[in-house]
């Protein structure tokens, strides 16, 4: 049974489910699991790999078919009952627009209570799935790096973003091939390789955590080599060889359905079946078992190494210049003007554009002076996205938030005047928002990567931002990322939240260090003579732990906007 729902809401969705099965004579009894299905292509596909899975693991299966481009902002739901839906239940939600800015609240409202969750994104894996808002409230969370534009810089930034729970589909097509490595391997006599080597397509996620699979239980090099001119056209491994002092161990897989094993002292080969295996074979083998895959973790870090250094995020960029001002109200003129001429720019290349904003008595000076300077360098406001480096976790009207400070001078201006769309303007949230501050960051982070920040944050040489404005405490701290403060070391999630601030309020929300790296263009505002001492540490070397302001530059241009007195302690 189908029932289609046109601009609905995730109460009336529950209600005709409700409907439904009374009228089917369904039930949830059996349902052991919800599955949620972030689908950014094909939509019947993993489909139909749920409803195989059904079968073995009876779930409600809720597949998120966003579109965050469309004018028009709804829900229209789809829901299956009965044997359309295997032996689970289905809904598929159709989110437009600004709808997406609220997932985890329409989807909160069909999980099955009591349940485990699981969430899998069949494409487009977000670089880190636990601080994804609908990843946060799961117990796995499955990606398939191989089905990714570029699978090899997926599973880097997997790795960087990794945290126990997490899974990839290149590592579950290995289960067979790595029982048949072992059972080889064990075959007497046993000997320890010298060398390892997996033959394989090129840019394959599988083949490479093979190898470093093989290097991690073996403790030897293993090798990774192109599949022969010959060979038929396989993805993902073709062959494994294991090197020993008597001989070698070959694997090498001769037809979709087989593979040729062959022992030293045993050069005729024996064919095993192993056939490859379909999507609907990988996601229930996942369903198996809802416990922490610490294997796969372990590989995943065996093959990417980590980023443990946060000044990484900030070397190898142009040296930051200085524009030296006579006060705060000619260093905010400065920093719109330069930022509304670089967002002009920005426009004339791509069709929209991103500028962070910040609070500070410096930076609001500059927001309250963007209007004019944009609409002098000829910005389309209607093209621009605003969003902020940081904001206080305060009550939403409260005078110390950032947004607030910048309300009646930028944001109604430009709204009322210059055509910005209130969907463009990207406000943290707030306690009133009912979150908790570790979900109201991910929130926000799940907002930039669904922007298409995800891969330029966590991919070296690569900008999201084109303007990002910076304030500069006089202890050196920008954004809420302050000298010495553990949560500053925070990197897999894109924003964070900032506990025992030592400056009030307590609770704040930050950007973390590879987003805030991630601009074309940064500006650094700073005025007062109470600041000249972190504008002096803030020209030395890249420190993030101990000089905050040392460690964000821009991919082609850093510029300190300083008034005299601030510069005077420079050098």
């Not at 064990?186 to 320890?192: I, L, Y």
């Not at 020993?244 to 064919?271: A, C, F, N, Y």
């Not at 930028?410 to 990207?426: D, F, M, S, T, Y």
């Not at 050196?476 to 302050?482: D, K, N, Y």
């Amino acid at each position: 049974m189908i029932t289609t729902l046109t601009d609905t809401t995730a109460s009336a969705i529950d209600k005709q489910m409700i409907e439904m099965r009374e009228t089917f004579g369904a039930n949830t009894i059996g349902r052991v699991l919800t599955l949620i299905i972030i689908a950014t292509g094909d939509v019947e596909e993993p489909l139909e790999a749920a409803i195989a899975a059904s079968h073995e693991h009876p779930a409600r299966v809720i597949v998120v078919d966003a579109d965050p481009e469309a004018e028009n902002s709804g829900l229209d739901a789809e829901i299956r009952v009965g044997r359309d839906a295997g032996a689970g239940e289905i809904v598929i939600l159709h989110a437009r627009g600004d709808v997406l800015w609220a997932l985890d609240t329409l989807v909160m409202a069909l999980l099955l209570p009591d349940a485990p969750i699981v969430t899998w994104w069949p494409e487009n894996a977000p670089s880190s799935p636990v601080h994804d808002v609908l990843g946060s409230m799961s117990q796995r969370r499955i990606t398939d790096s191989a089905a990714c534009p570029d699978p090899l810089a997926t599973l880097k930034r997997l790795r960087r973003g990794y945290s126990s729970g997490d899974s990839d589909f290149a590592w579950a097509r290995l289960t067979r091939w790595r029982g048949l490595v072992a059972s080889a391997y064990e075959v007497p006599p046993v000997a320890v390789p010298t060398k390892a080597e997996v033959t394989g397509t090129v840019g394959n996620p599988s083949v490479a955590l093979m190898a470093a699979w093989l290097e991690h239980t073996l403790g030897v090099t293993a090798e990774v080599l192109p599949p022969a001119a010959d060979d038929a056209d396989f993805a993902g491994v073709h062959g494994v060889r294991l090197v020993r002092e008597d001989g070698t161990i070959e694997l090498t897989r001769v037809s979709d359905d087989s593979i040729v094993m062959k022992l030293p002292g045993d050069d005729t080969g024996q064919h095993v079946t192993m056939p490859r295996r379909s999507l609907a074979e990988l996601i229930t083998e996942e369903l198996r078992r809802l416990d922490p895959d610490e294997v796969y973790g372990e590989v995943l870090a065996a093959t990417y190494s980590s980023v443990d250094d946060t000044a990484t995020f900030a070397s190898g960029k142009p040296a930051p210049h200085d524009v030296v001002l006579a006060d705060g109200d000619a260093v905010a003129a400065a920093a719109a003007e330069g930022a509304a001429q670089q967002l002009a720019a920005a426009l004339a290349e791509r069709p929209v554009a991103h500028l962070v904003l910040t609070g500070g008595t410096v930076g609001t000076k500059t927001a309250a002076a963007l209007p004019e300077a944009l609409a002098a360098a000829g910005v389309d406001a209607a093209h621009l996205h605003l969003w902020w480096g940081d904001e206080r976790f305060v009550d939403p009207d409260s005078a110390e938030r950032n947004e607030v400070g910048v309300r009646d001078s930028l944001l109604v201006p430009l709204q009322e005047k210059a055509g910005l769309p209130a969907r463009n303007i990207h406000v943290m949230p707030s306690p009133a928002d009912g979150m908790s501050l570790e979900d109201a960051a991910a929130w926000y982070g799940q907002q930039l990567d669904q922007m298409g920040g995800d891969e330029p944050f966590r991919t070296r040489g690569r900008a999201f931002f084109d303007v990002l404005l910076l304030g500069v405490g006089p202890d050196g701290h920008i954004a809420s990322l302050f000298p010495e403060h553990p949560d500053q070391r925070h990197i897999s999630a894109s924003a964070t939240g900032v506990t025992d601030s030592p400056k009030p309020p307590p609770e704040r929300i930050s950007l973390t260090w590879p987003v805030l790296n991630s601009a074309r263009h940064v500006a650094l505002l700073v005025a007062g003579a109470e600041k000249a001492g972190a504008v002096r540490d803030g020209h030395g070397p890249i420190d993030p732990w101990a000089v905050p302001a040392s460690a964000v530059r821009g991919l082609e241009s850093t510029t300190w906007y300083l008034d005299e007195s601030a510069a005077g302690g420079e050098g």
